[in-house]
Every structure is written in C-alpha cells, then in structure tokens.
C-alpha cells in the first residue's frame, strides 16, 4: 500500500516535493486527513481486537482450538478496513461520485445473490453469502454505504449544479425509491436491525439535504405507521416479538428471552468504576453472555474495563461522529455534506442501538458496534465510510 | 467554525446540521449516563448477581460432636457408613444423561432403576418427592446402607461407573451403651428447613442446606456447639457448569463433644426400673376403678442434690432414636407421634405435668411457718374436715389426734394441712379478700419455683401451674363463656362444676384453697420441678438450675469450657425449719408413708429422705409419685394412672438407690457393686485425636445387679467394638419388632477405633439398644 502512496499524484493539491518534507508539507495527504477520526477508529479497532480476543479465548467450540483465532481476524479485518479507507482517500472524492451507480449496482446484486442458494442463515437471518476459506460476506453492510452514496448523487446533482436551492420533489422521490429497493430485499432476509439503520439514513440524508420539511416529517410518520403495519399483519417472526417483550420487561423469563439482556446488564453491572481487569471477568470468562465477540462485545468492556473503558469506547465513537459533523458542515459541496451527514446517522443509531441494548435501554437487534465488533463485513463498511469522510475532507481546499 | 461556505450552502442545510449534531451529542449523552447508572450506582448489586451466576459451592458437612456420659461413654456419636452418591455435573455431560450408568448402579445396589433416578432428580415445584432438593452440584446421595462389597465393586471399576463414588461417610449413632437409651434427654436430628436458612443466613452461624439441625433435647440445646462448621470450597464455574478454578477453601471444622452429667449404667438403671415398675403397677387391681392400673406413662429423674446436675432422667413411653437417622420413614413418623402413639418423643420429666398430691406438702408447711405457726404445733389431725357442708377427708379418713408438722409430713396427714391453708385463706378475707392479702401458701409455692422453668437445658420444659388468685382470675376471663353457656344448676357433675365456675370460678375459694394444700385442684407440677426441690432441701436450700451438659470440650480436647451449676433462688425457710422438714422427710422413710420400702436400708450410713404422694385426678386413676433425697442425690419418680406413691413407684426408687450405692435386699453396702456411690467430679479427657477415653461398660448394668456375678459382664467389650466382629446379635424382644424391620442387618464399621470403613461387622441392631420398651 504504501507504495501506492509514493506514487500517488495529488493533483491539483500544492507543489509537488520529496520524501517525508512532502507528507508533511502543507496541502500534503498526510496534512489534509482528518487524524482524530484516524486514530480513534485505530483505537477502537485494537480495543475491539482485545475484547474479541478476551470473549473467544476459552470458547472452543467458536475458536477452533486456537485462542487467537478471533484476535487474529479482527487484526486482518482491520487491515483490509484500512486498505479501503487509503483507497477510498487516494481515489478521491469527486472519482467515486462518478463510480456511485456502480457501485449502488454492485451492492443490490450481491444482496439478491444472498436470496439465492448462495446465501447462507446465520442466527436467524439469511443475509450472509459463504465464502471459501471460511470467510463470510453480510453485504447488507455494504448497502447502507451505497444507499448513502446514490441518495446523496442523486439529491445534490442539481444544487451542486447551481439550479436549485434545494432538491425538488421529484428528486426526492427518486432518491428514496433507490433507497426502498435495496431495503425490501433486506428486509424479506429478514435482517430488521439493517432495516432499521437504514431507515435512519435515509432520514439523515434528507434531513442534510435540505429537503422539504413535508418529507421529513411525513417520512417520519410513514415509518411509525410501517412499523405499526408491520407489527399488525406479523411479518416479524416470534423471537423478533420476543426480543421487544423482554425489552419492555427484563425480568420475564429470565432464563429465555431475556437471558441476553439480563446476563448482559450483570457483566456491565458488575464492572463497576474500573472493571475486573481485562480477561478477569467472570461473566465473560464463564461465556454467561451470548453472542459476546459480535453484538454483546460491549459487555466485554463493561465488565472487564469497568466505566473508564465503556466511557472511553463511547468518547472515541463521539470524536468521530463529532468530527463528521464538523466535515459535513465544513464541505463545500452538498453531496459532502449529504455522504458525511449520512454516514453520521449510520453511526450515531447503530451505536447507540448497540450500546443501548446492553445497557438494557434499547430492544435486542443483531447490530454490530463500529469497529469493534467482530465480523469482516461492517468491518470493511466502518472504514470505507471512515475513507468517504477523509476524501470529503480533503477535496476542501484548507481554510485559513 | 465561522467559515462561509462558498457553494450555494442554504442556512435551512446549515440548521439541520446543527439538529443532527445537537441529537448525535445527546444519544452519547444518554448512554454515558444509563452506563454510570448500572456501573457506578447499581454497580454493586450487579457485582453480587455475578457473583451468585458463576460461583458454585460444595460442602463438605463438619462431623458432628459426640455427646458423652459423665464418664465419657458416648451416649450419641457418629458411625461410618459408606454412601453411595452420583454426581449430577459428571452424569449431566454423558449423551444419555447417565442413565445408563444410573441403571448398571442400580443393578450393583440391587435397587429399581426409577428410583435411583428419583433420587438424582432435582426437586421443583412440578417433581414430587423423592429428589434432590439440595445444590446440583453436591454429590447426591443414593443410599447410606451399602455394603462393602457393593463399594468395592462401583470402585474396582471406577470406568464403569463415572461421576458414582462410594465413600465411608459419619452419620449420627445413638449407641445405647448398656442398654442406656436416654431418646427424650437426647433429642433427635433432622434436615433444615429453607425458613431456617433464610433466617440463620446473615448470622454468624448460617446453615448450609445440607445441615442437620437438632429438634429436641440436648441435640437441640447443644446444636450450635456439637454441629461444628461445615468446610465449603467454592468453584468458579461457566455457565455450563465446567470448573474454571477453585475460588476459595474453608476446611471442615468437626463440632465440640458434649459431656453430660448422665451416667449411661444409672441411667439404663432408671429406665429399666421405670417399666418395671410400671409394668408391675399394670397387674395391680385399683379399687376406685375396679380395673387394673393403666400406668400408661411415667418419668424418673436422679438429680446430684448438690449441683442440680442430672444423673439420669428418663421418661416412659419412650423410642430408638436411630428412627431419625437418614431421614425418618413416614410409617416411623406416625408411630411416634400419631394419635395413638402416646407420645413418646415427650419428656415426661420436663413436660409432664400432673398435680403432685402429697409430695406438694413441704411447701405449706414452710407456709405455714412463713405465716406464722409453729413447727410443734400441735394440730389436730381430724378423720375429716368440714367447710359448710362440704367435707374433706383425710386419705383412708385415718386420724392421729394433735400432732406437729413434722408428723403431718410423715404420716401424711391431709386435714393438718386443709385447716391451716383454710385459716389462712380467711385471714386474708375469704370470700372477700384483703387488698394486700398475705396468700402465704401460694407465695411460698412460687418462692419453691413451681409456675416456672427450673431452667434446665433441655428445650421445651414447662412450667406448671399454681393456681393462685391472678391465676383463677385469667382463667376464668379465658373460660366463663364455655361456662356459663355449659353449665346447669342441676344438671350432671361436670355441669354443674361449670356452673359454679361459671358463677365465681373468678374467686378463691375455700375448696380451693383446701384442695391446694394438698397439692390437688388445679395444681400441676413437673417431676424436674419437684426433683429441684427436693434437692434444695437436702443441699440446705439452693435451688439449682437443673442440668445436663456439664462440659464443651472441643474435638482435640485442648478447649474445656465447663458449665457450671447455676442457681435460680433460695427456699424461703429458716435453717431451723429446713432442719426440721428434713427430719420429718426420714421419718416419713423410717417409721412414715414409706418405711415400708425402705426396710433394711443402712439408714446410719445413708440416710434416707423420701415423701409419697398419690394425687386423684378427675376421671382417671391415680398419680403415683415418690419424692426422695440423700446427702448426694434426689430421685424423684412419677408414674401417671399408676397407684399409690410408695407402692407403684417405691420398689423402683429403692433399686435405683441400691443400684447407686451398692446396697443389697438384705441392706448390706458391697461398695464393689455400687455404680456411683458419690457423683461423678472429673470429666473424661478426649484426646488430642478427637478420641475419648472411655470405660466400658457392661451389656446391661440393669441386669448385673440380678445377676450376682457382675464381673463376669463387665468384661463383655464395649457394644460395637470393631475389634470384636464375632459378637453375637441378642435374640430381640418381641416389642421391638418394628425397629427390626426397618434397619435390618447393618454393617457397623468405624467406631472408636475409626478408619476400619470396609470391616464388616455384623450386628443386630436390637442387640445394640434393645431397651426394653412397652409399645402400649
């Protein structure tokens, strides 16, 4: 990789120099990231490496007899994130806006493919393709990033182009039936916590893009109704209505429904200020905790890390969606404004949805917690995203 | 940031973002604070709940101290039985649960299938009994009464049998030395209860739920010495229940030995003299009722007179306490304590009460001399005394003209004491008393201690009843109603009892204070009361706090902690005046009520106190109770339903006595033979391994005094000796049937010689405590 970057030509950026003077020089690649979304993705990605690591250790019947197995692939899935997010920087903004509906193209055609044999079910959602080799593909994950992306074209072709203050209806229209098609499809998986963050997304990006206020608020009322709708006629399946009951009451059935929940809130509970050390909780050690490497990874933090590590996982997401904010704020042009404002509801809801379960404020969905999390495919997503955010950045001509 | 954007940026887009920022700073928000909610503030009980999720006990139970005689002869110890138990964690990882092992072990222990696996199941609130209410991770118990050729065949072949152990484990052994079956004095164990969990659990002393808790007797008194600590290893454990590391140790600490001022060979005297004398008082025809006497209970206690400790006390209808051991069985259960059992698990010599008649008479007369009178008198000892027109006789209406107290005592004379209780009840202001009235009969009743505990160590005693003024009142505010409604002037008997109770039961009356006197009416007594104060009157007047336990010594005999004689007051009598009661009470055993079961006693070298009494009950036969006391001991014998003081219970005291000190029919003293001439003053030593220096003692000290060669049996080894595993079974009574069909053949290994787990020693239990028992 870092030879990509040697013979990289930022065109347009300042004068061309040598060796370290140029990376640092003003303009230069390495001036121009944003380094504490940078580094607090890094952070969390290692920390996440060590929780994995702490959760799957003695879980043999997940790690194949090796320990490190999980610590291991989370340290590549990261890597392969960061691959993605320097090829994401050194293709540059405006190049992937014209690579958008390829892309778009590319994520619904592998979400169709998870419909076909190909597919795989994976507690309880068919949403994962198999790969050789062991390695499994979710590219539900993939379709929030191109959703994100094609909405944006598509509602900021015509204000970047100086015609309109804001995206008219018809846009508007098209934009959200880009958006409703790749979610159909993940929602017959049926994969509802995917569903869900889309649905947010598509909130963020209207709400950045400056359209109407009808939308917004009408978009909102459709979704409650949708919900309400879907609840009625039962599409959802019963562990999905189970998951709701025992949010509303944790204390039913404790050894059941609200086992994930209950066991979860123990292993935070009993963290206390600085936790029982890493690798020393008993909760995760005697594997209490269901699902503890992917969505409940939090309780890892919780109980082994205490409130300091919890506090410092939730401080390092909030640099980065805070600095987001400012990146969707600080662009020039609204379809940077649209992708990074899109990027920070993604982020801001599956956090707080992840978090919020184990904390017992928010009902379970199979969601991810950014970065540290384990699993390759919103692995390759966060960073990806993390790569849209820093081109957005860079494409901004530094201010003054 | 102040900069302009340069495109065409509408403030309506700049104002949303602020909204997206706003709302993204408040999410975090929220979950920073629910995380210090759970963490910081809820943190603690989490903490707790963790703990409870992954933390699994295993108790080791403490053994349980012995019980000893005053002479260290174990009364009640532990014998090594080997149990059998499986192991729910081990069996729960098989494919098949373990039944297939369940089965093979069922056919080694030659039980059914189904309730081996009955016995493994974990109780809830849909599994009936039998199960496993204990920690699933406790081994469980299949059965206490394996063979050792049953343990060796699960050991051999320990690959056949995962998860099943065979151990040698201590369970409780009331071993009847000679006979000596002490049930009541004893007490018995049984499981603890969750209540008594819950409430002993932020003690300092919490139960375990594998605990034996004692529920009578000095089992109970005891319990929190003789239990010890059980040792408690705690694993950590996933959620699976596969052990990640040990947690934490405390080891076992076995439980204090109790030595008891019991001498397991009077005590076995005392007992088999009871039924004896209780089975002869059943030949006997009774006048009144024209039927022979019911004797249908009876209670002997021998007290030190000097220390109010108790030599041996035991009580009849009586059991085998061996019943509670590993749980009773419910045909068990109904016959002790069903309708028609007649309730041997009583101590009648705690809680039996009945009025004590004649023995009652040295309280009024140190009455009489609190009130005034004079020792010499004289009073006239009338056939009868009238009272308006109601008359009360003298037993068997015999007359002795103007005689003193003294004489009143040994004769027994009944008038003496009904004019003197009724002339006082008038100076008190009969039927309209006095505001201070003196009331010096009921005052000095109490002032003896009767209406109260005497304070034994022994749970449950009772108090009795003088009935005197305060308690006619409650008891007629608690009955007039019944009373009243029932009652009829001229209606039967009892009606018309009611009726007048119903019309001034509220009152003292002249009857009542003439029936009192005697020790009638509504008196009520318990043979421990009356033994306190016999013993207080020949130790010169303190009336101890009868006990037990005379020691706690701690399992490798280094902690001694003695329990000493304590008093609960003073008889309110001069020493002149006890002087003179204590004179009257040998006459009444020289040349009085009971001379005649006292003849040839060595009187110069004994002497011999004693007062008979016979107290009528309404609708039954009468009391017998005998009351006596030498320089060292008091004994006091009742037997309910059973005849005349001296006559049903005297036979019984005098063998007792010559038991004691050696003496024979023809009064001659052989201070060979006697069993405890003086009280027993040195307590046994235990060793510093927990084992107990001990005599032995012969198969039936009861029945050596029969027979006149007693050193021939004295020899006999102690019972269950395992270095004598050729002792033969005694053929078993007949009464003792039922326990032989519940424990039949039982291997017997351990003992005092202990570690002798697989020796098989074959034994009939009946041989072991076969008392002689009546089942009525």
Redesign the interface.
């Known amino acids: 990789m870092t030879g990509g970057v040697n013979s990289f030509q930022v065109s347009g950026y300042g004068p061309e120099r040598a060796g370290w003077t140029r990376v640092f020089a003003r303009d230069s690649l390495a001036r121009r990231l944003d380094w504490p979304i940078l580094l607090s993705a890094i952070a969390l990605s290692l920390l996440g490496s060590l929780l994995v690591y702490s959760a799957t250790r003695?879980r043999t019947e997940l790690n194949q007899g090796d320990p490190y197995y999980f610590l291991v692939r989370h340290w590549l899935n990261t890597g392969i994130g960061l691959a993605l997010m320097i090829g994401a920087v050194l293709l540059g903004h405006r190049v992937l806006r014209t690579a958008v509906p390829l892309l778009y193209g590319a994520s619904v055609f592998l979400i169709l493919l998870v419909l076909t044999p190909l597919g795989s079910t994976i507690n309880g959602a068919h949403s994962w393709i198999k790969l050789p080799g062991g390695f499994s593909l979710q590219p539900s994950e993939f379709v929030k990033i191109t959703i994100i992306l094609g909405m944006a074209m598509l509602l900021a072709a015509r204000?970047?182009a100086?015609d309109k203050?804001?995206p008219d209806h018809r846009t508007v229209l098209q934009a959200l039936g880009l958006a409703v098609v790749p979610m159909i499809i993940v929602m017959l998986m049926p994969d509802l916590g995917s569903v869900m963050v889309m649905v947010i997304i598509v909130l963020?990006v209207l709400?950045?893009?400056?359209a109407s206020n009808r939308w917004i608020f009408g978009l909102i009322g459709a979704g409650a109704a949708g919900a309400i709708a879907v609840w009625q006629i039962g599409i959802l399946d019963e562990y999905q209505i189970n998951r709701f009951a025992a949010f509303a009451n944790p204390e039913l059935d404790p050894a059941g429904v609200g086992y994930n929940t209950n066991?979860a809130?123990?292993?935070?509970?009993?963290?206390?200020?600085t936790g029982s050390g890493l690798f020393h909780g008993?909760?995760t050690?005697?594997?209490?905790v269901p699902e503890q490497q992917t969505d409940f990874v939090f309780t890892v933090a919780?109980?082994e890390l205490?409130?300091v590590g919890?506090?410092l996982i939730?401080g390092l997401?909030?640099i980065i969606?805070?600095r987001a904010?400012?990146i969707?704020?600080?662009t020039?042009?609204?379809y940077g404004?649209v992708v990074a404002?899109g990027i920070?509801?993604w982020f801001?809801f599956q956090?707080?949805e992840n978090?919020?379960m184990t904390?017992?404020?928010m009902p379970v969905t199979g969601l991810p917690l950014p970065f540290v999390s384990y699993g390759g495919s919103s692995m390759f997503a966060v960073w990806l995203a993390i790569g849209l955010l820093q081109s957005i950045r860079m494409q901004r001509p530094m201010?003054a | 940031m102040t900069n302009i954007p340069e495109t065409g940026r509408s403030p309506r887009v700049q104002i949303r973002l602020v909204v997206i920022q706003v709302l993204v700073i408040s999410l975090l928000g929220t979950l920073g604070g629910r995380l210090w909610y759970l963490q910081i503030r809820e943190g603690d009980q989490y903490a707790k709940e963790a703990s409870g999720n992954h933390v699994q006990k295993v108790v080791q139970p403490a053994v349980r101290g012995s019980i000893l005689d005053a002479r260290g002869v174990a009364l009640a110890d532990n014998e090594t039985r080997l149990v059998v138990s499986a192991s729910r964690t081990d069996l729960m990882k098989m494919k098949d649960d373990g039944k297939a092992v369940l089965t093979k072990l069922a056919g080694v222990l030659g039980m059914k299938p189904e309730d081996v696996e009955q016995k493994v199941r974990l109780c809830n609130a849909e599994t009936p009994q039998p199960c496993w209410n204990g920690s699933p991770y406790q081994p469980i118990p299949i059965t206490d009464e394996a063979t050792p050729k049953q343990a060796l065949q699960i050991r051999e072949r320990a690959e056949d049998f995962p998860g099943i152990t065979a151990e040698p484990q201590a369970l409780r052994r009331y071993a009847s030395p000679g006979k000596a079956n002490t049930a009541q004095v004893l007490g018995y164990l049984s499981p603890v209860t969750d209540e008594e969990i819950q409430k002993a659990q932020d003690t300092s002393s919490p139960y375990l739920r594998s605990d034996m808790v004692g529920r009578s007797g000095l089992e109970r008194q005891y319990d929190k010495q003789l239990r010890g600590k059980a040792g408690v290893t705690r694993y950590e454990v996933d959620k699976l229940g596969r052990v990640l590391g040990e947690a934490e140790s405390d080891p076992a600490q076995p439980g204090a030995n109790l030595v008891t001022s019991i001498d397991s060979r009077v005590q076995r005297v005392a007992e088999y003299e009871l039924n004896e004398a209780m089975k002869e008082a059943r030949k006997q025809h009774d006048r009144n009722t024209n039927r022979n006497y019911e004797a249908d209970s009876g209670a002997v206690v021998v007290m030190e007179a000097k220390t109010g400790r108790v030599v041996a006390m035991a009580s009849n209808p009586t059991y085998d306490p061996n019943a509670w051991v590993g749980g009773i069985s419910a045909k068990d259960y109904a016959t002790l304590t069903g309708e028609k059992s007649n309730y041997p698990l009583l101590n009648r010599a705690t809680q039996g009460l009945s009025a004590p008649g004649s023995v009652f008479k040295v309280i009024p007369t140190a009455a009489a001399i609190q009130a005034g009178y004079s020792f010499e008198g004289p009073y006239e000892c009338s056939s009868s005394y009238s009272i308006g027109g109601q008359v009360f006789k003298n037993f068997e209406s015999q007359s002795f003209g103007g005689i003193s107290l003294g004489r009143a005592l040994e004769v027994s004379c009944d008038t003496v004491f009904y004019r003197l209780s009724h002339e006082e009840w008038k100076r008190d202001g009969g039927n309209k008393p006095k505001k201070n009235a003196h009331d010096w009969f009921y005052k000095t009743a109490h002032q003896f201690g009767l209406g109260e505990e005497t304070g034994i160590d022994l749970p449950n005693e009772v108090t009795g009843r003088v009935p005197d003024r305060q308690w006619k009142k409650d008891y007629w505010t608690a009955n007039k109603d019944d009373w009243c409604k029932y009652g009829k002037k001229d209606g039967s008997y009892a009606e018309k009892i009611a009726f007048e109770n119903c019309l001034e039961g509220n009152r003292l009356r002249a009857g009542d204070s003439v029936n009192y006197s005697i020790g009638q009416g509504d008196t009520l007594v318990t043979p421990i009361q009356m033994a306190t104060i016999y013993a207080a009157i020949s130790n010169g007047g303190t009336l101890y706090n009868p006990t037990v336990g005379k020691a706690v010594i701690s399992p490798d005999g280094k902690t001694v902690t003695e329990i000493e004689p304590k008093a609960h007051g003073k008889l309110p009598t001069s020493k002149k005046t006890l002087a003179q009661i204590d004179e009257a009470l040998e006459g009444v055993a020289t040349r009085g009520t009971a001379a005649w079961r006292f003849g040839g006693w060595p009187q110069d070298e004994i002497p011999m106190h004693a007062k008979t009494g016979t107290a009528e009950v309404h609708g039954k036969q009468t009391t017998s109770w005998f009351t006596t006391y030498t320089e060292d001991y008091a004994i006091v014998m009742t037997i309910s339903q059973g005849g005349t003081g001296s006559g049903a219970s005297g036979p019984a005291v005098r063998n007792i006595y010559n038991a004691l000190y050696g003496v024979s029919e023809d009064g001659e003293i052989d201070k060979k033979k006697a069993l405890l001439p003086t009280p027993q003053k040195t307590l046994p030593k235990v060793r510093t391994d927990g084992t107990i220096k001990s005599p032995k003692v012969s198969k039936d000290p009861a029945k050596d005094r029969a027979t006149s060669s007693p050193d021939a049996q004295a020899t006999t080894p102690q019972d269950g000796d395992p270095a004598d595993p050729q002792q033969p079974g005694t053929v078993p009574s007949p009464e003792n049937t039922n326990r032989e069909t519940r424990r039949r053949e039982r291997r017997r290994a351990g003992g005092p010689g202990g570690g002798a787990a697989l020796r098989r020693t074959r034994h009939r239990s009946a041989g072991r405590t076969g008392t002689r028992r009546t089942t009525s």
């Open positions: 003695n204000v970047d100086g203050p804001y963020g709400l950045a893009s400056g066991q809130r123990i292993a935070i509970g009993s963290g206390g200020l008993s909760q050690t005697g594997q209490f919780g109980e205490g409130f919890g506090a939730i997401l909030g969606l805070w904010c400012r969707a704020r600080d020039t042009d609204l404004t404002a920070v509801a801001a956090t707080f978090i919020g904390l017992g404020i201010s």
